[in-house]
């Protein structure tokens, strides 16, 4: 595919398409990122607005070291009832096309 460039700079690692999955990633890992790597990948100024919207017991003047281990924390304790967002993802697409044709 070749590199992807951002501001004129190559970067290290070229980004590949995978036929089957259709994501795009990079040529040492295959799938989608874990939610550690997606954490790590925030924005300071993310990390501190996300401590701030769930009221963490951390400074968020914190380092982004000790902002990310606490959200990752967070993100730990936190239970996903699959069958529960499905539905609700369903409904709010059910509003967003009814209201689009509107």
Same mark, same amino acid.
């Given at each position: 595919?070749?590199?992807?460039? &951002?501001?004129?700079? &190559? ?40 401590? &701030? ?20 924390? &967070? ?28």
């Amino acid at each position: 595919m070749g590199y992807k460039e &951002h501001n004129g700079v &190559h970067n290290a690692l070229p980004l590949k398409r995978s036929r089957q999955n259709r994501n795009w990633t990079t040529p040492t890992r295959e799938g989608p990122p874990t939610r550690l790597e997606l954490v790590a990948k925030l924005k300071v100024s993310s990390l501190r607005k996300y401590v &701030h919207a769930f009221d963490l017991d951390i400074s968020p003047n914190s380092s982004k070291e000790d902002l990310t281990a606490a959200v990752q924390r &967070h993100w730990s304790t936190q239970v996903i009832k699959e069958n529960e967002v499905l539905f609700n993802l369903a409904v709010a697409f059910r509003k967003n096309a009814a209201n689009t044709r509107l």
